[in-house]
């Protein structure tokens, strides 16, 4: 079965399990009964039919065990059921908003996003509601399912005792795009969660390395402001030229790249920088080689992965994220089969159809703001007028969309 990360769930699991024997059981009796009464009383062997009448015992077994059967298997669906309903006092509230095709959930504290996080092991109660028409809030790891009808608002539960990243999907047709209507549950661990949480929206959570550095005391000697009485500082110093003494008292000059930094750190002593003591201990052993590429990673202003940290985000993507504009649209090269780029987009010749008809224009300001609150007022050509209306944005939000699409450049 589907791995399980919620403990109201193996009720759930259960009761499916038993419905699941019970039906077996009842087939394979069916079955038997059935194959014993045509060898038993073919016409061969009993070519006189009788004809029986009044047996109370048979009536009552009749009754009796099929009623206590669909009672026992009523009883196992209502006790599953009433775990999932039974939602513990002081659970953390998070809504949960369904809209054609995308979702965005709000925590307590104001924060946004267009995915799922949650805390290990804590209760949390999910205040499901729908803008447009009616969704289904499915996470298949926790069993739970829920329809949301526009206008009604309802809640479900949902704890935790796995971290990991789980599929959150919606389980009700709702239009075109409803395959795109995908997203992530995440169980952090709660001081995760807690920085997460607590993140100004757009704010990068801290590196991993600088996490290290602290915990590994780097910065009890090394400063990142330039300067240095007991050790060089740290920062910017990607690529720069350093001047070394090896141990016979040989001066050298070594380039700061991944290589010397592990080194450094490793076995200070082999490569003293010119100007300091041999003061720093030998980190070899001390620190995983995990931890030791994620801090030389971050002192070379790279991620974890190496890769170079992304130049600062646009408000606005933030925005495009949460209110689902990205599930249809790409920000970046061609455009696809489900809607136009937004690369380029700003400024450019456009060609589409106002109410059927052909017609040719410019993608500016104006043209931006109607095709987000009524794109069916101008549908581009080699699409179908399938996006929903966005006309319940506020203006903030509104040209913070706007403002994003022409940073994207313009004139393609
Ligand atoms: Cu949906």
Not at 376 to 403: H, K, N, R
């Amino acid at each position: 079965m589907y791995p399980q990360i919620f403990s109201a769930a193996r009720e759930v699991d259960q009761a499916f399990l038993i419905i699941l024997g019970f039906s077996v059981l009842i087939l394979v009796l069916v079955t038997v009964c059935m194959l014993w009464f045509l060898w038993r009383y073919n016409f061969r062997r009993s070519p006189r039919a009788a004809d029986i009448r009044g047996n109370v015992w048979a009536e009552i077994i009749w009754t009796a065990l099929p009623t206590a059967i669909v009672l026992g298997l009523f009883w196992t669906g209502w006790t599953s059921f009433k775990a999932m309903r039974t939602i513990p006092e002081g659970a953390m509230e998070v809504q949960v908003e369904a809209r054609m095709w995308s979702w965005k959930f709000t925590y307590e504290n104001g924060k946004t996003s267009p995915e799922l996080f949650i805390p290990l092991d804590v209760p949390v109660k999910l205040a499901l509601s729908s803008r447009d028409v009616i969704h289904s809030f499915y996470i298949p790891a926790m069993r739970v399912k829920w329809d949301m009808v526009p206008g009604m608002e309802t809640d479900a539960w949902i704890q935790s005792d796995t971290l990991g990243e789980y599929d959150i999907f919606c389980s009700e047709y709702c239009g075109l795009r409803h395959a795109n209507m995908i997203t992530k549950l995440k169980v952090l661990p709660g001081e995760d969660f807690e920085t997460w949480l607590n993140a100004a929206p757009g704010e990068a959570t801290k590196p991993r390395g600088l996490t290290v550095m602290e915990e590994f005391g780097c910065f009890d000697c090394h400063a990142m402001d330039g300067t240095g009485d007991i050790a060089p500082p740290l920062n910017d110093i990607a690529g720069t030229t350093r001047t070394i003494i090896l141990p016979g008292g040989e001066k050298r000059s070594v380039t700061v790249d991944a290589g010397y930094l592990k080194r450094a750190i490793s076995n200070p002593g082999a490569e003293i920088v010119d100007g300091f003591g041999d003061d720093m201990p030998p980190y070899e052993g001390d620190m995983s080689g995990e931890d030791m590429d994620a801090a030389v990673n971050y002192l070379l202003g790279l991620d974890e992965g190496g890769a170079p940290l992304a130049a600062p985000v646009h408000p606005g993507l933030r925005l495009a994220e949460e209110e689902g504009c990205l599930m249809c649209h790409v920000t970046s090269g061609d455009s696809t089969e489900d809607a136009p780029s937004l690369d380029g987009l700003y400024g450019s010749e456009i060609r589409g159809r106002v109410s059927g008809e052909e017609q040719t224009g410019v993608a500016d300001d104006a043209h931006l703001h109607t095709s987000i609150v009524d794109p069916s007022a101008w549908v581009a050509d080699g699409y179908d007028d399938v996006m929903p209306a966005y006309d319940d944005l506020d203006e903030e939000t509104l040209e913070g969309l706007v403002s994003f699409i022409k940073s994207l450049g313009g004139s393609r």
